[in-house]
T-cell receptor, first 112, second 115 residues
């Protein structure tokens, strides 16, 4: 059974800092991995999607990497801003399925 | 492009009552998902539809939960009767197959409180 773990559960940083969020998964037979952002009381916003054959994806200040063999992904946020404060969720799509298995998320607070 | 629409946004009911949630996916998206997100947890898939057929409902508590997607567009999720542990956010998502792969898009969710 696929399990997704995100560390840390919560993170508080000063504005302008670069930071890394971690995601690990137990079964490396994944189709892709997706990072989402969730604001309080809101749904999920897709940030980046990495196919199993890819090593990384970039969008603006965000960079996500994937090491499928070791079951790890990282989300790098450069020059963090207070508007980046949210919960970040990692989800993997298993091969042969369209189901996403989510981690519990990392709650990020960026202090002005 | 309009996103995934859900209603109501909030619902408070007493245990043993019934409740229904509605979802309208992004136009043209054939696949629709219902997830349950308990506070402090990641979303958990309840049911997946491909057009109007069920693909995966292995984690749907079928003794009390039901879902349908008539005509392969809108969907409703019903709970009857509700229990305290059903308090959660119910998220609807739809997906589109792009060149870069299958990507899911989520609605704002319905927050259910069972008293």
């Amino acid at each position: 059974k696929q399990e997704v773990t995100q560390i840390p559960a919560a993170l508080s940083v000063p504005e302008g800092e670069n930071l890394v969020l971690n995601c690990s998964f137990t079964d490396s037979a994944i189709y892709n991995l997706q990072w989402f952002r969730q604001d309080p009381g809101k749904g999920l916003t897709s940030l980046l999607l990495i196919q199993s054959s890819q090593r990384e994806q970039t969008s603006g200040r965000l960079n996500a990497s994937l090491d499928k063999s070791s079951g790890r992904s990282t989300l790098y946020i450069a020059a963090s801003q207070p508007g980046d404060s949210a919960t970040y969720l990692c989800a993997v799509r298993e091969g042969g399925s369209e189901k996403l298995v989510f981690g519990k998320g990392t709650k990020l607070t960026v202090n002005p | 492009e309009a996103g995934v629409a859900q209603s109501p946004r909030y619902k408070i009911i007493e245990k043993r009552q019934s409740v229904a949630f509605w979802c309208n996916p992004i136009s043209g998206h054939a696949t629709l998902y219902w997830y349950q997100q308990i506070l402090g947890q990641g979303p958990k898939l309840l049911i997946q539809f491909q057009n109007n057929g069920v693909v995966d409902d292995s984690q749907l508590p079928k003794d009390r939960f039901s879902a349908e997607r008539l005509k392969g567009v809108d969907s409703t999720l019903k709970i009857q009767p509700a229990k305290l542990e059903d308090s959660a956010v119910y998220l609807c998502a739809s997906s589109l197959r792009r060149a870069g792969g299958l990507e899911q898009f989520f609605g704002p969710g319905t927050r259910l409180t069972v008293l």
